[in-house]
């Protein structure tokens, strides 16, 4: 509709924004963010198909931004497919002016939530893996040189220290070794 992307627009700059970029549709949205910078994208879509919900899940993967999403029709189902592809926030019908920041605000920190979460499950998994690996190394340790656990342990700490490698490194080394 564009009285409500006219109205979005003049609510966005009513707020304080700078519109960067107009789209027709979500279709090469990731080439566009990237192209104007967008801090924030802002879609205005009637009813979001599938097509438009992959461009804003290819541009959740590819340059993350926060994304609000305003929309004529919010099925639950559709509305749990946008915040699966990385809205942050959807807004059903009726926009004044007046709500155009809060909601802005409320869908950057939502983004920045987030992404704290998941930088959080990254370095949790990485862990994880490094402890696995180390655990793996001194298994192989503890099998060919009949040791304890204890004293594979203490033989991977040294080998590495007296190498100037962080533990897992080291134990990637041996694990390289057949």
Do not use: W
């Not at 599938?50 to 290819?58: C, T, V």
């Not at 590819?62 to 189902?77: C, S, Y």
């Amino acid at each position: 509709m564009p009285e409500r992307a006219a109205e979005l627009r003049l609510g966005l700059e009513a707020a304080g924004c700078e519109v960067v970029g107009v789209a027709p549709d979500a279709a090469g949205l990731t080439d566009l963010v990237l192209a104007s910078q967008a801090d924030i994208i802002v879609c205005d879509i009637d009813d979001p198909s599938r097509d438009a919900l992959e461009s804003m899940r290819a541009l959740n993967r590819d340059e993350p931004r926060p994304v609000v999403l305003f929309a004529e029709k919010g099925a639950p189902e559709q509305i749990a497919m946008a915040l699966e592809a990385g809205v942050a926030a959807y807004v059903v019908e009726g926009l004044s002016p007046a709500r155009v920041r809060p909601v802005l605000e409320v869908a950057s920190l939502q983004f920045k939530a987030y992404q704290r979460l998941r930088d959080e499950l990254g370095r949790a998994r990485a862990s994880l893996a490094q402890r696995d690996i180390v655990e793996q190394a001194k298994k192989r340790l503890m099998a060919n040189h009949r040791l304890t656990e204890p004293e594979a342990h203490k033989r991977l700490q040294r080998m590495a220290m007296d190498r100037g490698m962080k533990l897992a490194d080291m134990a990637n080394a041996i694990l390289a070794k057949i």
